[in-house]
Each structure stands twice: as C-alpha cells, then as structure tokens.
C-alpha cells in the first residue's frame, strides 16, 4: 500500500468510528468518507461505501459470490482487479454486477455515483430477492411461484420512493389480471399511477437535455418578467420568479450540452438579478445583495462583459437606497471597467450610479468640482445610452430606459442642489412614467426635496403627502420609507412644528406591520 492509500486508509477508518460511535449508519459514514476523502485523494462513491464497511476487496468478492451462489447462478467473475477498476473510475460496473454490489452495500446505485434504476425494479435496503417457497403469503396479490415480492406501502423506501411506489402499483394491478382477480379495474390510484409515470418521464426527456423549444419557453418567460417589473406589485412577481429560477436550477443540475448550459447561466443570471432588484423594492437589503451575488456567478458562466457589468450595475443600487454610496461608487466603477467598450445598458447606468453616489457623498453644500465631475458622469451615461440598442433602451430591468435617464438625472441634481435644474428634468422623467408607481413616487418625493430646499415648505409637505397616498399600503417599504423619511427630516430641520406635519406622518404611518421574522432591512 502506498503512503497515499495509506493515508486515505486512516482517514477513512477515524472517519467509521466516529460515525459508529455517534450511531450513524454505514451509508451516512459512507458520504462523511467521501466528503473528506474525495477532494484529496480521488476517493469515489463506490469505494467510500467499502471503506464505511471497514472491509477489504477480498471481503467484497466474496460476498458477490455468495449472493451469486444464493441465487443459483454460476460463479461470477469479477475480481479484485475488476473491483478495483470500479472504484477508480476506470470502468462501470454492467447491471448485474451493479445490483449485487448494491446488494452488498444495501444503497441504491446513485449512492454509488452511477447512474440507476437497478435491473431488480426494487430497493436494496432490505433483503431483495424472494424466491420459490420463501415468497411471504400476500393472497391479495395472488402471487404465483418465484415472482418478486413488493414491500408494502408504509415501508422504508429509498431515494425514488414515488417512482418506485407507482410502479409497484402497476405491478400489482398486472399480477391481479395475471391471476384474473375481479378486483383488478382502472381506480384513482391506477390513474394516480399512471401519470405519475408519464411526468417523470417528462422530466427525464427534459433532464436529458433541455430542447431549444423549452429554452425559448423559458427566456421569453424571462424577458416577460422583466416587463412586469413596474405593473406588478413586488411579492407577486417574486413568486413567479423564483418559481421559473427553480425550474432552471432543476435544468441546470443535470449535464447539459455547452451551448444550452450557457443560456441557462444567462436565465439564471437576469432572474437572479431581477429577484435583488425586487428585494430591493420589497426592503430587503440583505437578501438583494445574496441574489445579486448568485447572479454574479451565474453571469461569469457565460464570459458575456455585458451581462456581469449589468448585475454589478443593478447590484450598486443596494448600497445606493442602503446608506454607502462609497461601496455603490466602487460597484460602479467596477461595472463600467467590465462593460468596457461594449455597447450595453451598463454603460448607461453605471455612470448614473456613479453621479449619484457622488452627490450622496457631497451633499447639497457639493463644491464646484465635485458637481462636475458629477455632470461628466451624467454626460458619459447620456451619450451611452444613445448607443444602446433600440430593444434595450424599451426595457425598464435588463436594459435601460429614457424615462429611467431622466429620474436618475433628476436625483442626482436634486441632491446636489442644483434645483432649477432638477426640477426641469424631474418633470420630464414625470411626464414620460406611465407605470412603476415606485420611480413615480421617488420623483415626487425629489421634486418635495427640490421645494425645501428652495424654501417652500407648504408646498414639500402637500408634494409629499400626494405621492404617498398614491401608494397602497404594500408599497410602503422600507426602499419607500428612506427617502419618505428623509423629507420628514428636511422638513423638521427648518420647522420642527411645520403645521403639515402630522398629515405627512399620517401617510407615513400606513406602512403595514411586518411580522416577527419576517425579511426586511
């Protein structure tokens, strides 16, 4: 044995002890050997199950032999060296040899890394094969001589229980037929079996490999939520969302051909980011910035600039409503160098997020430089957007938008002071809204900023109170109630007694309870 198997050896044998001790069973101990082994020394599945046992090759052959001699068929074959094969990799057991090595380990054959069902048609974790005499008295099934016993429902079933349990049900309708038992008719449980069987056989058509057809299904879906992102309330489009990212997953999981695995990464990464720009309407900060990160490393699948320069871009707006306009200039930053001199939505946007991290920084009071350096971003992301593609500059979340433009030009100015400016654009950005009551009430919420600046603080309060009572208490989130608040305080800080106050807090005051563990900032 070399110093490398030897040091496998050991591992796995502290490995089995520690498991028997704490009562586990062999094929937990199995999995633990594999986890630790796997990564440093090559360790597959089917050896991992041997070393559980803490037995050698030969003990494994021999009870291969035995159950051979069991079932009245000649003395197999294998031997240590084929054995040996088999757990290296170099070679797949054939189905015989598969059912009596899962036999040996009483797992089924994906315990072992290979790929199943078994030829028997039943599970391995109980004693498998009843024959001739030995066969239990199941008069209801009217069981003739050598055929193969079924465990009853209630049993301890392996991982495929629902697709073995249908199929049980079928057998047991066939033996009944066989045996012309008049109890034998099509009832819901046949029927329940029979579509059981056909979706998972639709499953495995898909799982096999997902057609174009299916592919153009789901990214049409995808490019449909992009477009309900402003017509549709928050919590209603995250379910259909994360219902349509499962259903990817599910694809994704199985070995896909390369060009299809690259647009399921491609799926994966826009409704991953559509799922954190949700949260980030929804209030949640910390579950945006988890999805943003899944759609950051689905994106970096595909090797498209574009797509991981749009979900750095989209991510930046989380420290942006959240309080670190430092992280979000970075973001920024780090979205326009991906970009780089490809023609795309990020290159729009991530100028935008970089002038209004840039005002957040500076403040009202923002010195000359800074105010244009912020003017030059807005300039860059101006000219960007011109080269967009026509279809990208009609899509409000996997592209940018005029009307998005505007707003955040209006943003940025407002918080820089640049009143009359603001206000000119925010009109504009007004104008051209149609829908996405949230950008509707942030521009109304800017335009009250622009007032109290200015000094007119009857006019902020009336601004205020009309844009949140166009709000239904759903919307009043926490990525609402930032700003909404921040007006409160720019007006307290030049009439702490404001006689519109209590009405504007009335309206603030709406924003439903959340329950005790609920997500939220």
């Not at 000219?383 to 979340?397: I, P, T």
Request: with cysteine; charged share 25%; hydrophobic share 40%.
């Amino acid at each position: 044995m070399s110093g490398r198997q030897h040091r496998e050896t050991e591992i796995a044998r502290r490995i089995r002890a520690k498991g028997l001790a704490a009562g586990r069973t062999s094929a937990q101990i199995a999995d633990e050997i594999h986890e630790a082994c796997g990564p440093q020394f090559g360790t597959t599945k089917i050896k991992s199950h041997r070393l559980s046992y803490g037995i050698a090759l030969a003990d494994v052959i021999e009870q291969v032999r035995a159950l051979f001699e069991r079932d009245q068929k000649p003395a197999p074959g294998i031997g240590e060296t084929l054995l040996s094969a088999y757990e290296s990799g170099l070679k797949r057991p054939g189905p015989e040899y598969l059912h009596y090595l899962c036999s040996v380990y009483r797992v089924e054959p994906n315990s072992l890394g290979l790929d199943g069902p078994c030829i028997c048609g039943h599970g391995h974790r109980m004693p498998g094969v009843v024959r001739g005499n030995d066969t239990p008295d199941r008069t209801d099934l009217g069981l003739v001589s050598r055929e193969l016993w079924i465990p009853p429902k209630g049993g301890e079933q392996p991982g495929g229980a629902a697709g073995e349990e249908d199929e049980n049900v079928l057998r047991r309708t066939l033996l009944q037929l066989l045996a012309n038992n008049q109890d034998a008719r099509l009832n819901g449980q046949v029927l329940g079996a029979v579509e059981g069987i056909r979706r998972r056989m639709d499953d495995t058509l898909i799982s096999a490999t997902v057609s174009a057809a299916m592919l153009d299904q789901w990214e049409e879906a995808t490019l449909s939520f992009g477009r309900q992102y402003t017509t549709t309330a928050p919590l209603r489009l995250l379910c259909d969302v994360l219902l349509e990212l499962s259903a990817v997953r599910n694809a994704m999981s199985r070995r896909q051909p390369i060009d299809l695995q690259e647009r399921l990464c491609r799926m994966a990464a826009q409704l991953s980011g559509l799922s954190g720009m949700i949260m980030i309407n929804l209030g949640d900060h910390r579950l945006a910035r988890s999805f943003f990160r899944t759609g950051r490393t689905a994106a970096d699948e595909t090797g498209d600039r574009a797509l991981r320069a749009w979900v750095t871009a989209r991510e930046a707006l989380v420290p942006l409503y959240y309080g670190d306009a430092r992280e979000a200039l970075n973001l920024a930053k780090k979205s326009r160098d991906l970009a780089g001199a490809v023609p795309c939505a990020a290159q729009a946007m991530a100028p935008v997020v970089e002038a209004r991290a840039l005002a957040m920084l500076s403040g009202t009071d923002s010195k000359k430089e800074v105010v244009d350096q912020a003017k030059r971003a807005l300039a860059r992301a101006r000219n960007a957007f011109s080269h967009m593609k026509s279809n990208e500059q009609e899509d409000v979340a996997f592209g940018y938008t005029e009307k998005q433009l505007y707003f955040y030009q209006g943003d940025v100015l407002t918080k820089l002071g640049q009143t009359l400016e603001a206000e000119v654009v925010l009109d504009q950005a007004l104008d051209k809204y149609s829908d996405h009551i949230l950008d509707q009430t942030l521009i109304r919420l800017d335009r009250a900023q622009c007032r109290v600046i200015e000094g007119d603080l009857d006019e902020a309060v009336k601004m205020g109170v009309a844009a949140l009572e166009l709000l239904g208490p759903e919307y009043l989130t926490d990525f609402i109630m930032r700003p909404a608040l921040a007006l409160e305080q720019a007006i307290m800080a030049s009439n702490r007694h404001h006689p519109g106050l209590p009405l504007y807090r009335e309206q603030l005051n709406r924003r439903p309870v959340m329950q005790e563990g609920s997500g939220g900032a």
